[in-house]
């Protein structure tokens, strides 16, 4: 009787919605502590940690369930399959936080960056002003669903290359 070998699909949707979760989670503490519109280096390197965990996490279940095997084309489909599945579920809460909990969410973060932006450059607050009028046309539901789609797919595609090469193991036919 000949195994069945384990789909790259089901391990994105799996890991993929594990990710969602844990992604609306942690917005959803950001959200508590009023910091969900800041960002910043702190909240982007957690973010990243806790993606690049689920994308091995991921691919170490795919190679253990297919006999330790697993070939970099099957790593980096699985990989980009969790962060498009996770972007999607990240999408939506964000519209819906944008949208319904925190309406003023998208002032918040103009303001907070305009704040950045005197304290940090020797911009005039004229320039300022202006980076921030031009700032807003990508501020519509529209732009941040197509930015945060292609953020996804791109961020996922690279934080797997490196994990994918290093799990990689081919099935040798004897």
């Avoid at 691919?59 to 972007?87: P, R, Y």
């Avoid at 950045?116 to 002003?129: G, N, R, S, V």
Wanted: aromatic share 8%; charged share 15%; net charge neutral.
């Amino acid at each position: 009787m000949e195994e069945t070998k384990p789909k790259t699909g089901k391990y994105a949707l799996t890991y993929g919605l594990i990710l969602g979760a844990i992604s609306v989670a942690f917005l959803l503490m950001l959200y508590s502590l009023d910091m969900h519109y800041q960002g910043g280096p702190m909240v982007m390197g957690v973010s990243l940690l806790i993606t690049i965990a689920v994308i091995v996490i991921g691919m170490l279940q795919f190679k253990k369930d297919n006999g330790g095997f697993m070939s970099f084309g099957e790593g980096l489909k699985i990989g980009v399959g969790i962060g498009l599945i996770a972007g999607i579920i990240g999408i939506i809460f964000n519209q819906i936080l944008a949208g319904v909990i925190d309406p003023e969410m998208m002032n918040k973060a103009m303001e907070y960056q305009r704040g950045l932006l005197m304290e940090t450059t020797k911009m005039t607050p004229e320039q300022i002003d202006a980076q921030m009028e031009g700032a807003k046309k990508f501020t519509t539901p529209s732009m941040q669903i197509v930015f945060g789609l292609v953020y996804s797919v791109v961020a996922s595609f690279l934080l797997s290359l490196i994990p994918a090469l290093i799990l990689k193991k081919k099935e040798t036919i004897q």
